[in-house]
């Protein structure tokens, strides 16, 4: 079956108690190699309301194609380039490997960053971790939780016998903190980024606008997710 990666994007403009006119809310969902007819809106078996929900309620995209595999569809959401324009078109960064989206390369939340949106990262990266300008808080998140590789234990979050789950913030002297969350072994990885970008929503600045972005990855080894 083709695998499609699936980007789910809402405003929210009616939020209570909003003081800024001009730059809405956006929540960015990305569900790793959800099939095309994979959701209840193109008629599966399989219980989908909430994506169908946005979908009915919202503008479904046709024509936007993107790369079949994580790392080339991910450099081209951040970046908004094809992958044989960043280096990407060679697949996925494989652990260990000394490559990333280059450094010269604006990223999404760069730019909204710049024009005053906090910016806030979930799940799953996997666009480069060699040295940590290529990381997730020093390419435009003010925070991050998730993982940098690929994939990990649903449970463990182990890949490579190493723990690949972080939260990453700056304190107040403007230090980045990572914290790798070995606490949190044996808890379902995607019930944590479902409840950390629910978290993020609820308790955001609403004096500022807001861009999470929560990128989940179980139905790429469905077997392994429940």
Known sequence: ??????VLTVVLVNLPNLVY?????????????????????????????NI????GDGVILENHIVSSICS??????????????????KGNIKPNEEFGLALDE???PEMLQRNGYATHGVGKWHCGMHTWEH???????????????????????????????RENYYDVDGN?????????KGQYNTYLFTNKSAELIQNHDQSKPFFPISRVYCSSYPSRSA
């Open 176 to 184: 980045l903190v990572d914290n790798v969350r070995t606490d949190l």
């Open 1 to 6: 079956m083709t695998r499609l990666l699936w």
């Open 135 to 165: 990381t997730p808080p020093k390419r435009g998140f003010e925070t991050y939780f998730g993982l940098f590789l690929g994939e990990q234990g649903y449970y463990s979050h182990k890949k490579m016998y190493n723990t690949d789950l």
């Open 106 to 108: 604006t990223l999404l």
């Open 72 to 89: 080339p569809a991910r450099a081209s959401l951040m970046s908004g380039r094809y992958p044989i324009r960043t280096g990407f078109w």
């Open 52 to 55: 169908d929900r946005l979908a």
């Open 21 to 49: 006119t001009k730059q809405p809310n956006i929540v960015m969902i990305v569900a790793d190699d959800l099939g095309y007819h994979d959701v209840g809106f193109r008629g599966s078996n399989i219980l989908t309301p």
